[in-house]
């Protein structure tokens, strides 16, 4: 018995001691699992559930993110970004709610209006477990427009005379000391611009009529501008280039194969110098000179020449030294009706009929046809193409009453417009800020760029001349953009030499410059929708009214 129980608490003892080499290898205690990731569970910015990108936020948001498990305080401003769109830091505070889950960022102080901000959450936020996020959160806001009036409130004529005079002093004030000629922007120096100088030539008239300048200072800046463009400036085939030295009259290439003649251009300038040569009309010695040189400027343009060996196309470029490398051929629909006016007006070099037939009605983009937003487009590009289409050959053509076969153009303007505005109030893009008060698709400077904006290539800018330029058209639309533009942006658009060039709202984004191509048609179509100046001018011209009927034309002023 006693043998038994002994050998009991010996095999006990081995037992509880482990068991000898047996038992020296077992697997130790399993270790914790790892802590769990968790992700965004919801996003609010004051309130709106909207995805990642918001707009019309108010300056002082409360942006709440909530995350699938309870945040470690210390990790959150390590994981925080919060930039302006210049990606400066913005200072902010950071609050919890539902257990820490929630986390609350607010930005120190007001936000700027109409500024665009960035705020991401890295994977390096943890939860109080450990847990990593298990992706990154990246959200943009855009803060709301400012719809406090920034200046005091006028009548609608004086609004016109205001807008008038500040952009005037684009090409008085801001006019080459030299040549007297339209520098092509702001930022320019010498370079002039000979389309642009056309367009500020047929502000003169205005300037004079509006009493901005008396008539011997117009008449002084015209007498300046023609002697140098007679007697300085660099032609070729009496054409003259996109761009000039405004000291020397030294062509500056628009580009690499752009170094001579640019026909278009050129129109612009005939335009502006017939409209000017129309209205200094005394019989003084000095005017009457003027009128003649004018004339002589007019008639050494050999737009027969460019006609590129005799075709029925009107040519767009032509050089001394690269013959006409650019082949570009003047068709329309576009904004070079005027340049087939004007070559078929000449005395001296004049194109038949059947180039323009040919030529500029054979463009693809000439006939449409169809209809958008309930108006019929005769002519031009789906959706009408830029604004400027419908200005730039205007400012001196009447479109009202004005036929030419079975396009009425008063129709064509009008239509035109109004498809362009009813594009923006619409709004299909969802381009933040477009509204019946924002509206106008142009040529303009856009954001690092430049670019013809449209229906079709909407890039979210406004350039202000495509509504303003449009006065005589849509005078009620018009009237409403001009009126958000000054009293509701004005602080951002109107400056120096009047409306900046462009913006965007949806970008925060507003140009700081000026264009002599935007501003003049500004001017010159605010005073044609008020007294129709310009259009009486430029049409009394006698060879004009041959040409245009020559044209098969037809306007109760031809």
Known sequence: MKSSILNLFFA???????????????????????????????????????????YNINTSPVIKLSFGAPLNRSSVSASISFR?????PVAYTATYENGDSTLVIQPSSALPFISKYALSVTTSLRSVAGGSLLSGVDINFTTKIDSARKFPPLSDNALLDLVQQQTFKYFWDFGHPVSGLARERNTSGDIVTSGGSGFGIMAIPVGINRNFITRAQGLARMQTIVAFLKNTAVKVKGAFPHWLNGSSGAIVPFSVND????????????????????????????????????????????????????????????SNDKGWVMNLPVRGWNECLITYILAASSATHGIPASVYTAGWKSGSNFINGNTYYSYQLPLGPAQGGPLFFSHYSFLGVNPNGLVEGTVNYATQTKNHTLINYNYCKVNPRNYFGYSDSVWGLTASDIEGGYSASSPTNDLSVIAPTAALSSFPYTPAESMAALKFFYYVLGDKLFKEYGFVDAFSLHNTWFATSTLAIDQGPIIIMLENYRTGLLWNLFTSSPEVKAGMQSLGFTAPYL
């Open 12 to 54: 006990t003892l081995i037992f509880s001691t482990g068991c000898g080499k047996n038992n020296s290898g077992s697997n130790p205690p399993p270790p914790p699992p790892p802590p769990v990731a968790f992700s965004l569970s919801s996003l609010k910015i004051d309130g709106q559930v909207g995805g990642f990108t918001y």
């Open 84 to 88: 302006n769109k210049l990606n400066a």
């Open 259 to 318: 170094n001579g003649a640019d026909l278009v251009e050129t129109s612009y300038l005939m335009m502006g110098l017939l409209t000017a040569r129309q209205y200094f009309n005394g019989a003084d010695v000095n005017e009457t000179a003027l009128r003649a040189d004018i004339n002589t400027l007019y008639n050494n343009v050999e737009w027969d020449w460019f006609r590129n060996g005799g075709q029925n196309v009107l040519y767009w470029h032509y």
